[in-house]
């Protein structure tokens, strides 16, 4: 009996133990984190910048192009002298598309990377995810290509160099309407993608205001495969457009599927259809669709040829509108960097905010009051299963 | 309305014969050694994956579709034979007299290790699988579409399930699978080479989820790593609902379970789809627990 009271005394000791180490640890690296923040970044010759982004995943194109363009913004720099003579060191990690994964790896770039910004992510829930996090500990974010408006209502903190979606939306249905002259639209959101959903709001209000009539509106979520049923509900409201405001992948096979089963609507998409592998998985059931983007390679003003002409040389590939916007993001970021009084994350979110009138590649950005990004949307239209070609540019 | 209904069925039939032929892959381990090859939903990831390469390679020889398909096909199983009797020979032969919890968790095991060992040697991004057969419309200007791949998917599935059927009740295989399956021990005492029957269930099970996944592949062509999981997921809930053990029950299964979700996307909402698959699987436990074919064998103790 005594023996075994003393056993268990020993394991009780043992848990405490190990909570009571857990608990310390946890606290410790609290307290580092936050001194860190407030006297973090420029000690020495550097300035950490920090990335998060989906190199792998179903996503992982937006993750790769985006840094590319980051990447390739930050060389410019360095080469022209860094920022007040600081050499600019980019940090990058892979969050493999989740959000969870990006609030994870935020923290650590906060907290042991000690970054004074921050940039990224691509997809509106990983940067609401993560802009959490970055708001909490006071670091600025640029998240380059997030749509949804609820990203920067995270905080003061978190800027954007890309329209919202209200914007997005709202250009499609104008396009709709008097660009092509349709006015029977059914609208096919990807529930789980708060992007998606934002879209497709946006397009109905839009829409309707114009007189347009949305005959469908249903739903399916990111991850399905079969959408079939959907979309046979679709055909029999037979309209004259669908606005899949998807992602890539789901919109290659809802494309897909939708032309096996005969529907012939014009489709519609924003930004996520952006990437070659669209073509690859719908085929020639994409083709004649269109997108609204953030810039064309083939609009023919200088700065953009001039972007288009570097990145194919140090990448040997045409950039995509990720690429552009990561490459904008950085630019602006580091522009904020130059005008800022000090070199402190404070400091740079004060001349984030007053952006205004930033000629970048992907048009003249100027900062909101919201930390929105006002600037220009161009459609698409997938000619054939290699080619994305420019229509029009809408403005704000 | 009609036509839209027919439609559902078109489309409900082509997912379900899917569900049906991995399904089988579960029923029939399950028959013969009573426990879950978790696994078994990877096996038929890696078959899509096989035959996704199979594919790229051989392209360039062969210009018939035909040919192609069948060739990918049958590559296809035999990779998933190959990889289901590895598993079979490493993981589950030595506990084959260990409790049966042991070897669920192993194959849980499994399952987990050739996920992420499938994202580390083809990469999270998803692949597209290549067309092997041009698509062609077959029932034109009926406002009702089915097209030939939709038609390939059933056909093959019920050729696949025939032969099945067929082995399991009228060949001496299959009678020695059913016996192994009754009672392993007497049959090993009757003179059955029980390792050997152990082996051909495998094989037969891999292989259909071999030609599942190429089915599969043709109709969404959209491959990675973690595709096993929701389709083994359903798979299993459709087994379950048949009776799991029951060849017949799983096939039906499958079948049901397709049709539910196509009619659940189309008459209520795409968000209620996995809900009902898996509340089927509640209710099936909840008030017949050996499903719809099975008979309820009391545990022995």
């Known amino acids: ?119 990224g992510e691509v997809a509106s829930s990983r940067s609401i995810a993560a802009g959490a996090i970055a708001q909490q500990y006071k670091i600025p974010m640029v998240s380059p290509s997030s749509t949804n408006p609820k990203v920067t209502q995270v905080g003061d903190y978190i800027f954007r160099v890309c329209f919202i979606d209200p914007f997005q939306g709202s250009v499609m249905a104008r396009f709709a309407i008097n660009n092509l002259k349709l006015k029977r639209a059914a609208v096919f959101r990807d529930i789980k993608a708060d992007y998606s959903v934002g879209l497709a709001n946006f397009f109905v209000e839009e829409y309707k205001k114009m007189g347009g009539e949305i005959v469908a509106d249903v739903s399916y979520a990111s991850g399905d495969m ?171 | ?71 990918v096909v049958i590559g296809s199983m035999a990779f998933c034979v190959a990889v289901g009797l590895t598993i079979e020979r490493i993981a589950y032969r030595p506990l084959r007299t260990a409790p049966r919890l042991n070897v669920l968790i192993t194959a849980i095991g499994v399952s987990l290790f050739l996920e992420n060992f499938g994202q580390i040697i083809f990469g999270a991004d998803p692949q597209v699988f290549p067309s092997l057969i041009p698509t062609h419309s077959l029932l034109e200007g009926e406002g009702l579409v089915l097209n030939n791949i939709q038609l390939t998917v059933v056909v093959v599935s019920l050729l696949l399930m025939l032969i099945l059927h067929w082995i399991v ?39 259909l989820a071999g030609a599942a996944s190429i089915l599969y592949g043709l109709s969404y062509p959209k491959i990675e790593p973690l595709l096993g999981m929701m389709i083994g997921l359903k798979a299993f809930v459709a087994a379950v609902f048949g009776g799991i053990g029951s060849i017949m029950g799983a096939a039906v299964g499958g079948i049901v379970l397709g049709l539910a979700e196509s009619f659940t996307v189309y008459y209520v909402s795409s968000t209620f789809r996995d809900a009902i698959a898996f509340g089927i699987l509640i209710l099936i436990l909840l008030f017949r627990p050996a499903g719809l074919f099975g008979t309820f064998r009391r545990e022995k103790v």
């Not at chain 1, 916007?325 to 009084?341: E, I, N």
Request: neutral net charge.
């Open chain 1, 1 to 119: 009996m005594t023996t075994l009271s003393a056993k268990t005394l020993f394991r009780l000791g043992l848990v405490f133990g190990i909570f009571i180490t857990l608990f310390n640890t946890s606290c410790v690296k609290k307290e580092g984190a936050t001194s860190g923040a407030s006297s973090n970044s420029a000690l020495g010759n550097e300035i950490l910048i920090g990335e998060y982004g989906s190199m792998t995943g179903s996503e992982s194109t937006f993750g790769v192009s985006t840094h590319k363009g980051i990447l390739m913004a930050l060389d410019e720099v360095n080469k022209a002298g860094g920022v007040n003579g600081k050499k600019l060191v980019l940090k990058s990690y892979d969050d493999q598309g989740q959000a969870s994964e990006a609030v994870t790896i935020i923290t650590k770039l906060i907290s042991q990377d000690k970054v004074s910004l921050i940039l």
């Open chain 2, 1 to 71: 309305m009609l036509q839209a209904l027919l439609q559902n069925i078109i489309n409900g039939m082509a997912q379900g014969s899917v569900y049906a032929l991995v399904a089988l892959g579960y029923t029939m381990v399950y028959g013969v050694l009573q426990f879950i090859n978790f696994a078994h939903s990877d096996i038929f990831m890696l078959g899509a994956f096989g035959g996704f390469f199979l594919a790229k390679w051989l392209s360039p020889f062969i210009s018939n579709p035909l040919i192609l398909l069948i060739a």
């Open chain 2, 169 to 207: 009740r009228h060949t001496k295989l299959g009678i020695a699978m059913r016996a192994v399956s009754f009672d392993i021990e007497v049959a090993n005492l009757m003179g059955i080479p029980t390792d050997t029957i152990i082996l051909f269930t495998f094989t037969i099970g891999s292989s």
């Open chain 1, 226 to 396: 079969d959408f079939k049923s959907q979309l046979t509900s679709i055909k029999g409201k037979s309209p004259d457009v669908l606005f899949i405001p998807g992602y890539y992948t789901e919109v290659g096979l809802v494309a897909r599927q939708a032309r096996e089963l005969g529907l012939k609507a014009v489709l519609l998409g924003g930004d996520g259809w952006d990437s070659e592998k669209l073509t690859e998985i719908g085929g020639d059931a994409v083709v004649g669709g269109y997108f609204s983007n953030h810039y064309s390679h083939e609009d023919q003003s200088p700065v953009v040829q001039n972007f288009v002409a570097q990145f194919k040389s140090r990448y040997g590939e045409i950039p995509s509108g990720l690429a552009a916007q990561g490459y904008d993001a950085a630019m602006v970021a580091v522009g904020a960097m130059k005008r800022a009084s000090e070199l402190s994350p404070k400091a740079f979110r004060e001349a984030m905010a007053q952006t205004k009138n930033f000629q970048g590649v992907t048009g003249m950005i100027t900062i909101n009051e919201e930390r929105n990004a006002v600037k220009p949307a161009v459609v698409l239209k997938v000619v054939d299963r290699q080619k994305f070609s420019y229509i029009t540019t809408i403005n704000p």
